[in-house]
């Protein structure tokens, strides 16, 4: 028996959707995956600034390490605040004791003059917008920060974009972090990308993917049923499968459980054993996560069978190389009462421009 696992990696996330809890209603019904995109997640994205991805990083990365998550790959897009927004991402996780590798999401859906598309010819140029994304990771990355090349999803992207890209990301060592089919309406993506994806490529979702593609893929069970896009089917799936939450919070042991209950309603011969391993392949891409200690209130923690049922379980304390930064609920680097203050702060600053 032992109360004590290595620290946890959330291999999707989308820390700017720290601020999202308590925004708006959307101007228009949401009554599909693009209409949610629309007048949900591609307004939030539009009106983020420095400030709000700072204090929403911080105050993502906290709630991540009192849930045991200790490394974190984020998906990022502020098309008004695209330069820097890498590196403030990362100065709020290390402030909080967080590791992240980082990236930004590009896109052509923002065309040269400000206009908005929901889709994207496959012969679309390159926009000015997906240009300054692209050298915001090569600088980043550059510089010597931890990210991959980040790419919205192929449905909103020309094919010159997709290239360039994939491109980047060979010429840096790095792989590509992309949506990949998650809605119905990216079920070309499979086709657009074959040519393209490496092994270290990281795709997310696979909900629609009509062919085997190169790379790991991350399921994000939470996500994909609150957006109604359908069930992965992650274990009929070849690739090396992790687990993410794409911007619902860092909890892994509780994305886990989910993860199983959706699996064995698939399949009801899938033991938790299945669930466990997604888990585990995160270290694949954040072996440091490995160095981290996580002690929890529950004795069973090495027994899949026990996760996969108890939901009580609570991190009691957790060590970052071999650095204790959480204990017994407190924060022991950073003020979380100052946090959740200037993030609420931020939040309502955006709440702001959503309402215009």
């Not at 098309?79 to 052509?108: F, H, M, Q, W």
């Not at 490496?198 to 795709?203: A, C, F, P, Y």
Request: glycine share 8%; proline share 3%; net charge negative.
């Amino acid at each position: 028996m032992t109360h004590s696992t290595s620290g946890l990696v959330c291999a999707h996330h989308h820390l700017y959707s720290s601020l999202a809890r308590g925004m708006p209603a959307p101007p228009l019904p949401t009554t599909d995956f693009i209409s949610i995109l629309e007048n949900v997640w591609w307004r939030l994205d539009a009106a983020l600034d420095l400030d709000m991805i700072y204090w929403s990083a911080a105050l993502g990365a906290s709630e991540a390490l009192a849930s045991g998550t200790t490394c974190i790959i984020d998906h990022h897009e502020s098309p008004n605040a695209i330069e820097g927004s890498l590196a403030t991402i990362a100065k709020a996780c290390r402030d909080v004791g967080v590791r992240v590798n980082t990236c930004y999401g590009v896109t052509d859906r923002w065309s040269d003059t400000g206009q908005i598309s929901p889709s994207v010819s496959a012969s679309t140029k390159m926009t000015s917008a997906a240009r300054r994304g692209l050298d915001e990771c090569h600088s980043f990355i550059k510089s010597g920060g931890d990210a991959m090349i980040g790419v919205h999803a192929a449905f909103t992207c020309g094919n010159e974009t997709l290239n360039a890209a994939a491109d980047l990301a060979k010429s840096l060592n790095v792989g590509v972090h992309i949506h990949v089919a998650e809605g119905i309406d990216d079920i070309s993506a499979g086709e657009r990308l074959e040519a393209l994806a490496q092994d270290n490529w990281l795709l997310v979702h696979g909900v629609h993917l009509d062919r085997q593609l190169l790379g790991r893929i991350v399921h994000n069970p939470r996500s994909n049923m609150n957006n109604a896009v359908g069930y992965a089917r992650p274990a009929h799936k070849p690739n090396t499968i992790l687990l993410g939450t794409d911007g619902i919070g860092a909890n892994m042991m509780e994305e886990a459980r989910l993860a199983y209950a959706r699996l064995r309603e698939d399949d009801v011969l899938q033991t938790p054993e299945t669930v466990a391993q997604w888990l585990n392949n995160g270290y694949e891409l954040f072996p440091d996560a490995k160095r981290d200690t996580v002690v929890w209130s529950y004795e069973h923690m090495e027994n899949a069978w026990h996760t996969a049922f108890t939901t009580h379980m609570q991190p009691i304390s957790v060590d970052i190389d071999g650095e204790r930064v959480y204990e017994d609920g407190k924060f022991l680097k950073i003020d979380i009462q100052e946090i959740r203050r200037k993030a609420n702060e931020q939040a309502l600053r955006l709440f702001e421009r959503l309402e215009v």
